[in-house]
């Protein structure tokens, strides 16, 4: 059975940075695309960025240009560190492969 395991979050004053990791098990991480989505209280869960098994990555909407999730194939763990966090980023932050989501980490972005 596929696990993936989230950690990370916390409260980030605006401008700050955080890095989420996420541990996968019963699977090979390298061997898949590997996500981060999010969900903000009354919206749509929502895609942030995802690696493929080549390493290659994409970003949506405001994560370009702040977010870097990267893979360390040691630990089996995807990590998405963000910079320059704004309030706007606060949300529930959730770990996917395919069918498999982790029980989320909590990213609260205030002064």
């Known amino acids: 059975q596929v696990q993936l395991v989230e950690s990370g979050g916390g409260l980030v004053q605006p401008g700050g940075s955080l890095r989420l990791s996420c541990v996968a098990s019963?699977?090979?991480?390298?061997?898949?695309?590997l996500a981060w989505y999010r969900q903000a209280p009354g919206k749509q869960r929502e895609l942030v960025a995802f690696i493929t098994p080549a390493g290659d990555t994409e970003y949506k909407g405001s994560a370009k240009g702040r977010f870097t999730i990267s893979r360390d194939n040691a630990k089996n763990t995807v990590h998405l560190l963000m910079n320059g966090v704004r309030v706007e980023d606060t949300a529930f932050y959730y770990c996917?492969?395919?069918?498999?989501w982790g029980q989320g980490t909590q990213v609260t972005v205030s002064s």
């Open positions: 996917n492969q395919g069918r498999w």
């Open positions: 019963g699977i090979i991480a390298s061997d898949y695309a």
